[in-house]
């Protein structure tokens, strides 16, 4: 190979300069950047020959075709980030499925279903207060009526957004019928630091975690630092830390939990006054719905003991439900079979972050492909995994759609 071959990574590298900002990219839906982003998508799939299309919620889609006429076997991930993201998250699925199908255009390999990558719009929610927007609606899980009635932070509606200039694409046909693809499989770094640590550097995963969240808020007694003895103090924020720490502990109990708190505000906030009031949101996820029930039930137990304890008022409530999904087992036997096919080692592993395949599951069998993040860092700039294994899940990725294919042409 030439030192001059072209690489997915390069490819990447051109997409992080789309909405790049000194602390990552900034590349949320229906801004210059995005769109952008999927204005290269398009060139790049048009160069390989794809028939190329849109929907009404952002969506695009790039088919090669099968020998039959049938619903596509689909692959893709989203190529919006959140305001600080990196270069892979989202993107590498998005553009790896381009590069699965050019390689089969190169190896002569015909399938007998179509095979069709998408990138998704808004997986993340950044702008727009819904996550899985764009693979969401593609699902009917949320329909277009109430997406375009979803505000950001700016006041601009999503319908706004989608058909000024940076919504959907000029000169791409739109597509206004929704057909459930046979399959799905969407290819993404891990996010986590499992296949690194571990050594592998294939993963097929087993699901993506359900999530709780909650809003615990504390209501105590304010009063003067200097004043207040401390055995007639009630204050929310030392309960608060105690409610925290002892639901770490519980996690942590727990091989098949996490637990996270991470935002927290103390009322009035200041040096010297006893905090009157702490509202924080508490974070659950498991692909185990039962420990998910049981850790519901323990985050509430808990915040009252502790609360009653400590003489202060304490209110739970329930801000966000989504079940665990299961990815589909006879696709994960065909990703099996496609990576020992390879000579590849794989780990099955579960999903602590939510992904596209989560929506696309309710209408089509889905499975996933992890590769590793280097530190399993993701959202942040520095996110990084290597040219090899961004090489190695391309391989991966093309080999399973031809299995997959293989498979489901001989079920009929
Ligand atoms: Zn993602």
Redesign the pocket.
């Known amino acids: 190979m030439s030192a001059a071959a072209p690489s997915i990574a390069d490819d990447l590298r051109r997409l992080a300069t789309l909405g790049a900002t000194p602390l990552g990219i900034d590349r949320r839906l229906f801004t210059p950047s995005d769109r952008a982003a999927r204005a290269q998508f398009v060139a790049w799939a048009r160069a390989d020959g794809r028939r190329v299309t849109q929907d009404r919620a952002g969506n695009v889609f790039a088919q090669r075709a099968g020998r039959r006429a049938a619903a596509p076997i689909l692959t893709g991930?989203?190529l919006d980030t959140v305001p600080t993201g990196g270069p892979y998250?989202?993107a590498y699925?998005a553009v790896a499925a381009l590069w699965a199908l050019r390689r089969l255009d190169q190896d002569a390999v015909d399938t007998e279903f179509p095979l069709e990558a998408v990138a998704w719009a808004g997986?993340?929610g950044s702008r727009f207060p819904l996550g899985c927007l764009g693979s969401s609606a593609f699902a009917g899980l949320n329909d277009l009526a109430s997406l375009e009635a979803l505000w950001d932070d700016d006041g601009v509606s999503f319908a706004a957004a989608r058909d000024g200039v940076n919504g959907l694409l000029r000169g791409v046909a739109l597509r206004d019928e929704t057909r459930a693809p046979s399959a799905y499989v969407e290819l993404?770094i891990e996010?986590g630091p499992v296949l690194e640590n571990r050594g592998v550097r294939l993963g097929n995963v087993t699901a993506i975690a359900g999530q709780r969240r909650f809003e615990i808020e504390v209501t105590g007694e304010s009063g003067h630092a200097g004043t207040v003895p401390m055995g007639l103090r009630h204050d929310a924020l030392v309960a608060a830390a105690e409610i925290v720490v002892a639901l770490e502990a519980e996690a942590a109990a727990n091989d098949s939990v996490v637990v996270t708190v991470g935002r927290l505000v103390v009322e009035p906030n200041q040096t010297n006054v006893i905090p009157r009031r702490v509202t924080f949101r508490v974070d659950a996820r498991s692909i185990d719905e039962s420990v998910l029930t049981r850790i519901a039930a323990d985050v509430v137990a808990t915040a009252e003991r502790i609360g009653a304890r400590r003489g202060v008022h304490v209110a739970v409530a329930s801000i966000e439900r989504r079940a665990a999904v299961a990815m589909d087992a006879r696709l994960r036997s065909a990703l099996a079979e496609a990576f020992a096919s390879l000579g590849e080692e794989a780990l099955d592993l579960p999903s602590g972050?939510g992904?596209?395949a989560m929506c696309v599951a309710a209408i089509a069998p889905a499975a996933m492909i992890f590769v590793p993040s280097a530190g399993g860092r993701s959202h942040v700039g520095d996110e990084f995994t290597s040219p090899a294994d961004l090489d190695l899940g391309v391989a991966a990725l093309a080999q399973a759609l031809v299995t997959i294919d293989r498979r489901m042409a001989k079920e009929g």
């Open positions: 991930s989203h998250d989202g699925g997986e993340e993404h996010q972050a992904h596209d």
